[in-house]
C-alpha cells in the first residue's frame, strides 16, 4: 500500500453468498498487504432474513456464523487489527431483523446499505431489464427517500456506496450521475452531517477501466463543502485479490476533495486517521 494508514473497512468473507474467500485467507491476505485496519462486514440483508432465493436460509445464520469466524480468527491474527463489522442492507424493510442482527453482538462498524427499494429486485437485477428514464428516475427518487428513512432510524455508522444504484441503471452511452436528484443528494449529506454519519467511498469500481466512471469525485467534493468530515473507505472484496483494491486511489481522491482525515470505526467510534 502506498499510503501509512491505508486500510479497508467493507470486505466479504464466503459467510456472505457472493464471497469466494475464507475469512481466514482474508485476513492473510490483509497481513501480507500491510493493512492498518482491516474490517469484515459480511451481508445482512434484513429484508431476506429468515429466507434468501439464493440459499434458502436466509442471513439469520450469516449473521451468527460470520460473527463466530471473526471472533476465532482475533484470536488467530493478534498481529492484524481487526475489526468486526457487518454490512446491514434494507433495515427499514425489516426493522426487527436488523435488530435481531445487532443485539449480543458488539460490533465495531456497521455500514447501512440499500440495495434494493422495498417490494423492487436488487439494483444489480434490475440492471437487466433496460429500462426507461421514467423508470429510473422513480426508483432513484423511491432510493433517496429511503436512504433519507433510514438515515432518521440511524442504527448504523457509514452509509455505503450512495452510487450502487448507477452502476446498473445508467442508460447505455450515458454518463453515470444524479442529474435531476441532487436536490435529494444534498439533503442526504446533510442528514448524514447532522447526524453525525459517516459516508463511504466504495473503492471498488475506481480502477476498472471496463465500467462507466461514477460521479464519486464530485459526489465527495460536494459532501465537504456541505461540511462532511466522517469518511469511510472500503474495496467491498468479495476475494482475496480484491482486497483493497482502489483503497490507495480513493485516499488521493479524497485528497482531492479536500479532506485531510478519513474514519476507521472502532466499538461504533469513529477513530480519525490522516490521508497519509
Ligand atoms: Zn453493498
Ligand atoms: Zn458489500
Same mark, same amino acid.
Given at each position: 500500500m502506498k499510503h501509512r494508514y491505508a486500510s479497508d473497512c467493507h470486505s466479504h468473507s464466503d459467510?456472505?453468498?457472493?464471497?469466494?474467500?475464507?475469512m481466514n485467507a482474508m485476513c492473510e491476505r490483509a497481513l501480507e498487504l500491510g493493512l492498518f485496519y482491516y474490517t469484515v462486514s459480511d451481508h445482512c440483508e434484513c429484508n431476506e432474513?429468515?429466507?434468501?432465493?439464493?440459499?434458502?436460509?436466509?442471513y439469520h445464520g450469516v449473521v451468527r456464523k460470520a460473527w463466530a469466524q471473526m471472533d476465532q480468527c482475533r484470536k488467530d491474527y493478534p498481529q492484524l487489527r481487526l475489526l468486526r463489522g457487518i454490512e446491514l442492507g434494507q433495515p427499514l424493510q425489516n426493522p426487527s431483523a436488523a435488530e435481531d442482527a445487532l443485539t449480543g453482538r458488539e460490533y465495531d462498524f456497521v455500514i447501512g446499505s440499500l440495495h434494493?427499494? %422495498?417490494?423492487?429486485?436488487d439494483f444489480y437485477h434490475l440492471?437487466?431489464?433496460?429500462?426507461?428514464q421514467e423508470r429510473i428516475d422513480a426508483l432513484l427518487n423511491r432510493y433517496f427517500d429511503e436512504i433519507l428513512a433510514m438515515i432518521s432510524w440511524g442504527g448504523f455508522d457509514s452509509l455505503a456506496h450512495i452510487t450502487y444504484p448507477l452502476r446498473y441503471l445508467s442508460l447505455p452511452g450515458s454518463t453515470p450521475s444524479f442529474a435531476g436528484h441532487m436536490e435529494q443528494v444534498k439533503a442526504i449529506f446533510s442528514e448524514l452531517i447532522r447526524g453525525e454519519k459517516a459516508l463511504e467511498l466504495n473503492t471498488s469500481r475506481l480502477l476498472r477501466q471496463d465500467v462507466p466512471r461514477l460521479p464519486d469525485p464530485e459526489l465527495f467534493a460536494l459532501y465537504h463543502e456541505m461540511g462532511g468530515r466522517l469518511v469511510t473507505l472500503g474495496a467491498? %472484496?468479495?476475494?482475496t485479490e480484491d482486497l483493497a483494491q482502489g483503497i490507495d486511489e480513493g485516499m488521493e481522491l479524497l485528497k482531492q476533495a479536500g479532506f485531510t482525515e478519513f474514519a476507521v470505526y472502532q466499538n461504533r467510534t469513529p477513530v480519525m486517521l490522516p490521508l497519509e
Amino acid at each position: 500500500m502506498k499510503h501509512r494508514y491505508a486500510s479497508d473497512c467493507h470486505s466479504h468473507s464466503d459467510c456472505s453468498f457472493d464471497g469466494r474467500s475464507s475469512m481466514n485467507a482474508m485476513c492473510e491476505r490483509a497481513l501480507e498487504l500491510g493493512l492498518f485496519y482491516y474490517t469484515v462486514s459480511d451481508h445482512c440483508e434484513c429484508n431476506e432474513y429468515k429466507y434468501t432465493e439464493y440459499r434458502g436460509t436466509g442471513y439469520h445464520g450469516v449473521v451468527r456464523k460470520a460473527w463466530a469466524q471473526m471472533d476465532q480468527c482475533r484470536k488467530d491474527y493478534p498481529q492484524l487489527r481487526l475489526l468486526r463489522g457487518i454490512e446491514l442492507g434494507q433495515p427499514l424493510q425489516n426493522p426487527s431483523a436488523a435488530e435481531d442482527a445487532l443485539t449480543g453482538r458488539e460490533y465495531d462498524f456497521v455500514i447501512g446499505s440499500l440495495h434494493n427499494v %422495498a417490494g423492487e429486485k436488487d439494483f444489480y437485477h434490475l440492471g437487466e431489464e433496460g429500462l426507461s428514464q421514467e423508470r429510473i428516475d422513480a426508483l432513484l427518487n423511491r432510493y433517496f427517500d429511503e436512504i433519507l428513512a433510514m438515515i432518521s432510524w440511524g442504527g448504523f455508522d457509514s452509509l455505503a456506496h450512495i452510487t450502487y444504484p448507477l452502476r446498473y441503471l445508467s442508460l447505455p452511452g450515458s454518463t453515470p450521475s444524479f442529474a435531476g436528484h441532487m436536490e435529494q443528494v444534498k439533503a442526504i449529506f446533510s442528514e448524514l452531517i447532522r447526524g453525525e454519519k459517516a459516508l463511504e467511498l466504495n473503492t471498488s469500481r475506481l480502477l476498472r477501466q471496463d465500467v462507466p466512471r461514477l460521479p464519486d469525485p464530485e459526489l465527495f467534493a460536494l459532501y465537504h463543502e456541505m461540511g462532511g468530515r466522517l469518511v469511510t473507505l472500503g474495496a467491498d %472484496a468479495h476475494c482475496t485479490e480484491d482486497l483493497a483494491q482502489g483503497i490507495d486511489e480513493g485516499m488521493e481522491l479524497l485528497k482531492q476533495a479536500g479532506f485531510t482525515e478519513f474514519a476507521v470505526y472502532q466499538n461504533r467510534t469513529p477513530v480519525m486517521l490522516p490521508l497519509e
